[in-house]
């Protein structure tokens, strides 16, 4: 760059440009490096040494942090650890009550049954030493029978129900819960088949070796059926005792059949019959004893003192004379 000719005045921009190349670092830049450079520097350089807090002050926070972070998860695992404790102690106490329960229930069932057996032994020997007795007997053995509380065997039928099977193209996940339930066995169906046995001539039924008597329930509790308030489990077999020529014919031609065997047809209910020789059916549950009145003969009548042997006791004469 020339310089430019004497008394002549510089232009605008070539001053600017001067001051450009004079000042190449702006004011401000240049303190804060000084100030950087003195922090930097030592003792030994004459300037101050920062603290040890200032120094380790990140170290510290994220020291602290872990440790917080550690307290809390030792809480939160000492609660959970002592939560899991305490209800593993209440499901082991609860587990150990029902095993006692169900033991007691046991020795009560097992007394109970003994000494049913020893009260019909007792009737038995105490009915058989008269004539009236064993007339007694007869009557009741048939009405024993007819509630069910006594074991029978003999031919008769056989009736298979069960759940509908799934489809080989079933979609447990988008399945259709009506359909699914639809082919689900329920309590109606079972009262349906019981109630055409009967119809059809059957002399005893069972469920699932459940005898059937007069006051014998078949109820839906929640997914479960129960009969005589015992639970069964599918497949449901149905067992009547009668002729099975005739109970066959009979059950067919019900009503009642005919819708289950609809429910086959629409919705793959399982429904399947044969005759059977030799089914046994266990004896069913006892009515309870309410209450009962002992059969004491009358007393005879006392003889009359003033009548002597061979004495005819006359009454009265209560004729009035009209004379």
Do not use: C, H
């Amino acid at each position: 760059m020339s310089a430019p000719a004497p008394g002549r005045q510089r232009s605008l921009g070539a001053s600017l440009l001067d001051q450009v190349l004079a000042e190449t670092l702006d004011p401000a830049y240049a303190q804060a490096a000084a100030a950087r450079t003195a922090r930097a520097a030592g003792p030994e350089d004459g300037g101050p040494r920062p603290g040890w807090l200032r120094r380790y002050r990140g170290q510290l926070l994220v020291a602290l942090t872990l440790l917080l972070a550690g307290l809390l998860a030792s809480i939160t695992y000492g609660e959970a650890a002592a939560g899991a404790q305490g209800r593993d102690t209440a499901r082991q106490a609860l587990r150990d009550d029902i095993g006692e329960q169900s033991d007691t229930a046991d020795d009560l069932a097992a007394q109970l049954e003994e000494l049913t057996a020893q009260v019909t032994r007792t009737r038995q020997q105490a009915l058989e030493a008269s004539v009236v007795g064993q007339r007694a007997l007869e009557q009741l053995a048939e009405a024993g029978q007819a509630a069910a509380v006594v074991a029978v065997s003999g031919p008769g039928l056989r009736v298979t129900m069960d759940n509908a099977p799934p489809a080989a193209d079933s979609d447990p996940v988008g399945g259709s819960e009506e359909v699914a339930g639809a082919g689900i066995v329920q309590d109606g169906d079972l009262q349906l088949v019981v109630n055409a046995l009967w119809a059809s001539g059957a002399e005893a039924i069972s469920i699932n070796g459940q005898r059937i008597g007069a006051t014998t329930a078949i109820r839906q509790a929640g997914k479960a059926i129960l009969v005589d308030l015992n639970p069964v489990n599918t497949p449901y077999e149905i067992s009547a005792i009668g002729d099975p020529q005739d109970l066959s014919n009979a059950f067919l031609s019900t009503p009642e059949a005919s819708v289950v065997a609809g429910l086959s047809r629409d919705y793959g209910l399982v429904f399947e019959f044969a005759r059977d020789d030799d089914l046994a059916l266990p004896a069913g549950t006892n009515a309870e004893l309410r209450w009962a009145t002992p059969l004491v003969p009358a007393p005879a009548p006392a003889p009359d003192p003033g009548a002597g042997p061979g004495n005819d006791l006359v009454a009265p004469d209560r004729t009035i004379d009209g004379g």
